[in-house]
């Protein structure tokens, strides 16, 4: 019984009414019961003043009119008792329905949102004003519900490129054992050589999912220190120069004069770097010409990586930085690309309090990739 009213707001609601009112009964009645004989032979002295014809002087008479007055006052607590049990029911009733209901209907919800349905929300009729506590509940189970709808939709997603990712790959070393198994293909090197290929495809996939699963949940650590730009710039000559001359693109750095250094993590901005350069390098036909250009821009620098290739078109340019985004699906799987890199260049940028976008004229008409490094304050 007791768990049954533990268990049931409502129920406890209409207890604690219940208790009001009999606190209230218990002060009454010993009050009552101290102050109706005085009030009563106060009453009878006033009467046998006021009217000493009608004087009450036999004992056994006396008596009764004090019990009928007693019965009479009884009779009125028992009224209100009654009457205030009842109003304790309504109140109870009412507020219950305020208070419960919501929550029962939240309850629910949750069950389902639990299982898997993400789509309700519950209802809320007053406007921000005007919400009390109950109403802001409501409003961040919705914030909430709407949280977890958007992170169910992102890992559905995630799980549904990785699979497609992962099919091509699969699907060409399948091909080529099958055609070594049937003797349709040939066992010799440039076979193995592609099977190999294939399965460097795979590797490095895996590995950029493992650094975007990483930086998308922000499960890395920064390690900044004061780097000098020109120190940033020689490490990316030496990685790239060679690679251009072999491709025969022209690759220009410049960089604005003393600039100050930047508190940042040399590797992950080197990362992005590398990133940026190695794209403008992919897609950038031989003859063609990639700029980097550093320079101070009221608080922050930025650094731009220029080229003159294949460009953008504008209605890939607001989806290159989305996940497994590619302006041309087959022509960036056979190079390897994944479609992951400007991903995680985006993630790191940010951590770095920093922001990256890009500019194209259009197809063929090159590409500009920016992003900002904030120049720490005097003192650090
Ligand atoms: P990927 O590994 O495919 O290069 P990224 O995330 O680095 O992945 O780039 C995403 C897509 O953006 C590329 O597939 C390409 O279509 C486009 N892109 C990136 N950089 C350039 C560039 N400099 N010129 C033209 N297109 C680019």
Known sequence: MLTFFRRHLAWKLFLSYVIVVLVGVVVLATTTSFSVPAAFERHMAGMSAMMPGMMVNSHSMEMELFANYRASVTEALSLAVITALIAAVVASYFISRQVVNPLLTMMNLSHRIAEGEYKERLTISRDLSQMDELDQLVLSFNQMADKLEKTETMRRQLIGDVAHELRTPLAAIKGYIEGLIDGVIPAEGNTYQRIHDEINR???????????????????????????????????????????????????????????PVLIDKDRILQVLTNLIGNALQYTPSGGKVTVQISKQRSEILISVSDTGIGISPEHLPFIFNRFYRTDKSRARSSGGSGIGLTIAQALVKAHHGRIWAESGGEGKGSTFYFTLPIPKKGL
């Open 202 to 260: 795979l590797q490095r996939l895996v590995d950029d999912l493992q650094e975007l699963s990483q930086v998308e949940s922000g499960a890395f650590h920064l390690k900044p220190e004061l780097v000098s730009l020109s120190d940033l710039i020689d490490t990316i000559k030496n990685i790239f120069v060679p690679q251009f001359d072999q491709k025969n693109i022209q690759f220009q750095i410049q960089i604005e004069p003393d600039l100050p």
